[in-house]
C-alpha cells in the first residue's frame, strides 16, 4: 500500500533580528526545497529508493534545478517585493550577474578536490603527507587556501 510521504524542511534561517530572508537565505530555502519536492513528488515501490535517496549522482538534481530560480532576472523581479516596494531593475540584473563571479575559481577548486582524492586514493601518488600534497596541489593550480588549515579533513 502506497503512503503518502511527510517532508519537514528545518531551516537556519534569518537568526530573528532582520524582517528580510539575503539573497544566500533564499537560495538555502529553494535548494531544500527542491529535496523536499524530490521527496514528495517521488513514488516508487520502495521507500529506501526515493527521494533524497535516489542515486548519489541524482540526488542534488532537483534542488540544483529549484536554485535556478532565485538567479533569474524575471522572477527575482516577482519575489524580490517587500510591502509593494519592489527591487530596481539594475539591482537585479547585477544580482544575476554576479552568479558567475568567482565561477572559474570554483571549478579550479573543484580540479584541485579531485586530483587529490586521486593522490590520495587512487594508486601511486606524489609522495608525502596529505597536508604537503593539499599544499602542492594548490599551488600547482594557483588556487587560494590557508596554510596549515586542514579542510580535506571535511570533505565526503
Do not use: K
Not at 79 to 98: F, K, M, R, Y
Amino acid at each position: 500500500e502506497y503512503q503518502l510521504p511527510v517532508v519537514a524542511l528545518v531551516c537556519n534561517m534569518n537568526s530573528g533580528h532582520a524582517t528580510l530572508s539575503s539573497h544566500s537565505e533564499v537560495e538555502t530555502l529553494f535548494h531544500e526545497m527542491g529535496h523536499a519536492l524530490h521527496s514528495l513528488l517521488s513514488r516508487t515501490n520502495f521507500q529506501h529508493m526515493a527521494g533524497t535517496r535516489a542515486a548519489m549522482d541524482f540526488v542534488e538534481t532537483p534542488s540544483h534545478w529549484m536554485e535556478h530560480f532565485v538567479w533569474d532576472p524575471d522572477f527575482l523581479s516577482i519575489l524580490c517585493q517587500h510591502h509593494g516596494q519592489v527591487l530596481d531593475h539594475e539591482t537585479i540584473q547585477a544580482l544575476a550577474a554576479s552568479r558567475n563571479q568567482f565561477r572559474c575559481l570554483e571549478m579550479q577548486n573543484q580540479v584541485v578536490l579531485s586530483r587529490f582524492d586521486q593522490e590520495i586514493f587512487g594508486g601511486p601518488s606524489i609522495p608525502g603527507r596529505p597536508q604537503e600534497i593539499w599544499t602542492q596541489l594548490h599551488n600547482e593550480y594557483q588556487v587560494p587556501f590557508v596554510p596549515g588549515s586542514h579542510f580535506y579533513t571535511n570533505v565526503g
